[in-house]
């Protein structure tokens, strides 16, 4: 599958492609090109194989090249290759959310489709502000994120997310009425933790602060990351996830879960909300929902929210939102496809077997030179390093290119860098990852 290599590009070829979360001028001066994939592997332009130790961009959970997402895909392109979800409807996108309400944490049984987690996130928080103004409480309208918060680029999700570079240009754009909770890293309580972390669940008490702050009647609703992955993999501390739902409960207030990079079987469990018994009112995905193949998200919703909106004339909508591509056909059939691969290889919770070796691993960095941080959960990974003084970043990317020239590609987050290999990853493959990510941070001054 997939056996012809692209040939790269001549340099002058790279100018006209603006590319996303990349220093262009560096990255046209050398570039990376990525030509072919299959199982835990890429392809270069030029023919080196590159083990992939990020699942492409903590999406691709069951291994590249998959031929039944692409025959699948293939059959719907064939059969239908678009229908409007405004007034219209198509047998598999039924389908497919009553599959997903199946694996869905419980309660959360309806399900919007989006293209994105960028859309996911936006159409979450449109959805908890109609909701609470559908029930008589017009006046919620605040949001509450939390610092270090990564939640898409849309203008809502860069509001409640926490990431300072994504922010600071947009300052004067973004939603008002958002405050922040602290985030949960704390390298001086709970280095080197293996899985959740001890120490840190007060912090969850902060948003009682806030909420005495703005008053519990302006809030619609609560969003965080059960775990943070573009901060460099924020863990949360034991209990702290289940008191921000207490808290949530208390004050009617709603509470938001962003899994679009712990969904689909990343941390043993479909969601982490199963993992931590922690349950959300919405719930963001996207990524894994179609192993990466086409673009798609979906907003889970708890059955109490979609009733909310389910009142006053039949015939009338209920919620003026949705996409062109809502629901599109061609990712229904490849999200489809994607969970008959997770249910038939069982990799929903197979990261749940494998978490202790990935864990003994990724921990026997501990000690190599400059290495502050060791953190895990499930198939999740991350090696904190020190900056140098003065160039925050440049070790870590430094060690990220150095990882892709020796044939390992991982993902680099300031000086974190950070794993969440394919679902399919075995032994021989996680210790390769680990020890060319060890043997580079040793090369690395």
């Known amino acids: 599958m997939n056996a012809r290599l692209t040939p790269a590009p001549a340099t002058g070829d790279l100018d006209a492609f603006w590319m996303p979360f990349t220093a262009n001028r560096q990255f046209k001066a050398n570039p990376r090109l990525l030509a072919r994939a299959e199982g835990m592997y890429y392809w270069t332009a030029d023919g080196r194989e590159i083990l992939d130790g990020v699942a492409g961009l903590w999406c691709v959970n069951a291994g590249h090249g998959r031929r039944e997402i ?48 960028s859309e996911s996130v936006d159409t979450a928080l449109k959805i908890a502000i109609a909701y609470h103004r559908a029930r008589g409480a017009g006046q919620r309208i605040r949001f509450i994120g939390r610092e270090k918060g990564y939640h898409g680029v849309g203008f809502g999700g860069m509001s409640v997310g926490g990431m300072v570079n994504n922010r600071k240009v947009f ?19 709970n280095a080197f933790s293996r899985g959740l972390p001890q120490w840190g669940a007060h912090l969850a008490n902060e948003l009682e602060r806030l909420i005495a702050l703005h008053d519990a009647s302006t809030i619609a609703a609560v969003i965080v990351e059960p775990i943070a992955g573009s901060a460099g993999v924020v863990l949360p501390p034991i209990g702290y996830l289940k008191r921000l739902r207490e808290i949530c409960d208390k004050h009617d207030i709603l509470l938001i879960f962003d899994e679009v990079i712990t969904g689909f079987g990343r941390v043993g469990k479909p969601f982490a909300s199963l993992a931590f ?84 691993a990724v921990h026997s960095l501990r000690g190599l030179p400059h290495v502050l941080d060791v953190r895990n959960y499930g198939l999740i990974g991350a090696v904190e390093l020190e900056p140098r003084p003065g160039k925050p970043g440049a070790r870590g990317f430094e060690v990220f290119l150095e990882c892709f020239e020796r044939g390992v590609m991982v993902r680099q987050t300031g000086d974190t860098i950070a794993m969440s290999p394919p679902l399919i990853v075995e032994s021989k493959q996680i210790a390769r990852i680990v020890e060319t990510l060890g043997a580079v941070i040793r090369a690395t001054p």
Not at 171 to 189: K, Y
């Open 70 to 117: 692409t025959e699948a895909v293939t059959k719907q392109l064939s059969t239908m290759e678009y229908a409007p979800a405004f007034q219209m409807g198509h047998p598999i996108a039924f389908e497919l959310a009553s599959r997903l309400a199946k694996i869905a944490p419980p309660g959360l049984e309806r399900i919007f489709f989006t293209n994105s987690g």
């Open 277 to 360: 018994d922690v349950t959300p009112d919405l719930m963001t995905t996207a990524k894994g929902l179609t192993n990466g193949a086409i673009p798609m998200g979906a907003v889970f919703a708890h059955r109490k929210i979609y009733d909310a909106f389910m009142q006053g004339p039949e015939n009338a909508i209920e919620l003026f939102h949705g996409y062109t591509y809502s629901a599109h056909p061609v990712a229904c059939a490849a999200a489809l496809a994607t969970l008959e691969v997770y249910t038939r290889e069982g990799l929903l919770t197979r990261a749940a077997s494998l978490a202790t070796e990935w864990e003994n």
């Open 171 to 189: 300052g004067s754009s973004m939603l008002p009425g958002v405050d922040h909770l602290p985030h949960t890293l704390d390298i001086e309580h």
